[in-house]
């Protein structure tokens, strides 16, 4: 029985600005009900750049112990976004990007000498590099979980190809690769050539526990009786936010009683701003900016529709969290999370009349709306990351 697990990731909350971080944070408190012991280690710039790393042992969250390297890297950072942000920073960390990945790698054989454990467990192609030392250290199992890949960052606009070979570099050092969804599985042994029989499937989960708080944004929208369409979600190419402001133009010009919230931060952000103001549409779509916690509770549960019209989805966890917090869904079939949900309207990202269509339909129907949240919500709850740490649990086993 595997009991340690050395995992390695990019982010946890609070300090998440995505998907990722929620993940790992549900799957290792999972796993760690289940009695595993979690060595959880993520890039972290810290005040003090004397040390390579900080080692914290806090009995207040759910981890065993917590390594913080000491490294600015982020979520979702791209080669040029590194290069700008840290460019006077050179004599600390890596020239650019792919050396700072490299310099994490190394960062995953000291703590496979400092640490005993049985399993690695490795998140997305940042962290690969640290796993494959770590196991060539130790000798110890490697698996490699995708959450994305290079295809669906991308949002059709090509993929890195140094990206792209840090990926299938960690898949096929694995001794087992983990995809959150089977859309995901078939990318791998379609693109990377992994085998299908290395690859599980273990979809997420979603914390269905916690109250909301009263959250800021202007109730006077639903207090006269208008309706709420939202969007959650970073602001890339990838969600496809550019096709929500897209359907929420046409049903702007058909009714006068729909509002659009579009949370969320990102290098569209900007873009989609000038968009709305383009079409003059400013008065009927509202950016909130990037929420959490209770905040992003509040929003969910005032929204009458949540939207996901993704390009390409790995998973998709936040349909799930609007499902527990009572609003239906709408979602692109080009997700991992439409595996899960039965229940939701369903669209192709790139047919914005027949999404426009389908928001109009779960608005006008309250008959429509009912079913989708009664029956959808019982399948949001039972994708528990419990169900997800028992496979985690018999890959490392059966390793």
């Not at 890039?43 to 207040?60: A, R, Y």
């Not at 983990?178 to 042994?189: C, H, R, Y």
């Not at 790139?350 to 339909?361: E, H, P, R, T």
Request: hydrophobic content about 40%.
């Amino acid at each position: 029985m595997k009991k340690r697990v050395l995992m390695f990731g990019w982010e946890l909350p609070p300090h998440n600005s995505g998907g990722l971080g929620i993940a790992c944070y549900g799957l290792s408190k999972a796993l760690t009900e289940k009695k595993r012991e979690i060595i959880f280690v993520l890039p972290k710039k810290l005040e003090n750049t004397d040390s390579d790393f900080l080692k914290i042992v806090d009995p207040g969250v759910s981890y065993k112990r917590t390594y913080k390297f000491n490294s600015p890297l982020y979520p979702y950072v791209t080669e040029r976004k590194y290069n700008s942000t840290f460019f006077n920073l050179q004599e600390v960390y890596g020239n650019n990007l792919l050396e700072e990945v490299l310099r994490y790698a190394e960062f995953g054989a000291v703590v496979a000498e400092e640490e005993e454990f049985d399993v690695i467990h490795a998140h997305d192609w940042l962290s690969f590099g640290a796993g494959i030392n770590a196991k060539r250290k130790s000798g110890k199992p490697l698996v490699a979980h995708i959450h994305a890949t290079e295809f669906d960052r991308g949002g059709g606009e090509g993929v890195n190809d140094i990206v792209y070979r840090l990926e299938k570099d960690g898949m096929e050092q694995a001794d087992k690769v983990i995809a959150v969804s089977n859309f995901t599985k078939n990318i791998i042994v379609k693109h990377y050539g992994i085998s299908p029989e290395k690859i599980e499937v273990v979809h997420n989960g979603v914390d269905s526990s916690g109250e909301a708080s009263v959250f800021s944004l202007p109730h006077k929208i639903k207090e006269e009786g208008k309706k709420l369409v939202l969007f959650v979600g970073r602001l890339t190419l990838q969600k496809g936010p550019d096709y929500f402001l897209k359907a929420a133009k046409k049903i702007c010009a058909y009714s006068d009683d729909i509002y659009f919230v579009i949370s969320g931060s990102g290098e569209m952000e900007q873009f989609l701003i000038e968009e709305t103001a383009k079409e003059r549409l400013s008065d009927r779509i509202i950016f909130t900016g990037f929420l959490r916690g209770t905040e992003l509770k509040e929003i969910y549960r005032m929204a009458d529709l949540f939207v996901m019209p993704s390009v390409s989805e790995p998973f998709g966890i936040t349909p799930l969290e609007s499902l527990v917090n009572g609003t239906p869904v709408l979602i692109s079939k080009q997700s991992g999370v439409s595996e899960v949900i039965s229940h939701a309207l369903k669209v192709d990202f790139w047919n914005v009349d027949d999404m426009a269509d389908k928001i109009l339909a779960a608005l006008s129907y309250n008959s429509l709306s009912h079913c989708l949240v009664e029956h959808g919500r019982k399948e949001a709850v039972e994708a528990t990351w419990n169900n997800a740490a028992k496979k985690c649990i018999n890959i490392y086993d059966a390793l």
